[in-house]
């Protein structure tokens, strides 16, 4: 079964505007980690930010934060700011405790427009 | 740091050949791992390891083979490729202690099968 979900398989946002992009995940585990990866047109992974389940604050990174609704099982991205270098895939991910592996959603395209 | 690296970066194979990705880490990670990559299904797991001497099943393991004799390598075979086959493939590394810690990407190979 598909734990993670990421409803917009494309966005497009303004440069120099603000931007969500949304995950939702199902586990029965307590202790799990989430992350986000960006993917630009070169194919490369790169890490952007990570929240823990048990963080009582939501994570940033520079103009990454990590909109965290625990109860509802969410962890959304936004981006301040966008710039368009920020157009690429964006894929949400899930580590368990109880598991060695992450699983990843489908991931949502974004393109900011000049 | 090389961090992890991954061999070859583009193939093109006929049907019923058999090859090697290759992949490497320098970073001493206990845990690696095989993805593959397709459109509008995020990341698979083929096969993973949590170190030298054992390794696991993933999501989608057949026509994959996979070995891990040192804590570097970790190498995946495909055996007889299918079309179905043709992807791309990223190798993946993490830390093996807690659920905190990023997987770490390689470059990504980019199969195809004719």
């Known amino acids: 079964a598909q734990k993670i979900t990421q409803t917009q398989p494309g966005m497009f946002v303004q440069e120099k505007e603000a931007v969500t992009l949304d995950c939702t995940y199902d586990t029965s585990d307590q202790s799990y980690g989430l992350f986000w990866y960006k993917q630009p047109s070169s194919g490369e992974m790169i890490f952007l930010i990570y929240?823990?389940?048990?963080?009582?604050q939501n994570a940033t990174e520079g103009r990454y934060s990590l909109n965290f609704q625990k109860a509802r099982k969410s962890a959304n991205l936004v981006i301040s700011a966008s710039q368009l270098g920020d157009s690429a895939m964006y894929f949400c991910a899930m580590r368990e405790r109880g598991g060695q592996n992450f699983v990843f959603g489908p991931g949502t395209r974004l393109s900011v427009l000049p | 740091n090389a961090g992890v690296t991954q061999t070859p970066k583009f193939q093109v194979l006929k049907t019923g050949q058999s090859m090697t990705l290759q992949c490497a880490q320098d970073m001493n990670h206990e845990y690696m791992s095989w993805y593959r990559q397709d459109p509008g299904m995020g990341l698979r797991l083929i096969h993973y390891?949590?170190?030298?001497?054992?390794?696991d099943q993933g999501e989608v393991p057949n026509g994959y083979n996979v070995s891990r004799s040192t804590t570097e390598d970790f190498p995946l075979r495909l055996l007889s490729a299918a079309p179905s086959q043709t992807s791309v493939y990223f190798c993946?590394?993490?830390?093996?202690?807690?659920?905190?810690?990023?997987?770490?990407f390689g470059e990504g190979s980019r199969l195809t099968v004719l």
């Open positions: 929240q823990g389940s048990y963080d009582e």
């Open positions: 390891s949590v170190g030298a001497g054992i390794t």
């Open positions: 993946a590394s993490r830390m093996g202690q807690g659920f905190t810690g990023e997987l770490f």
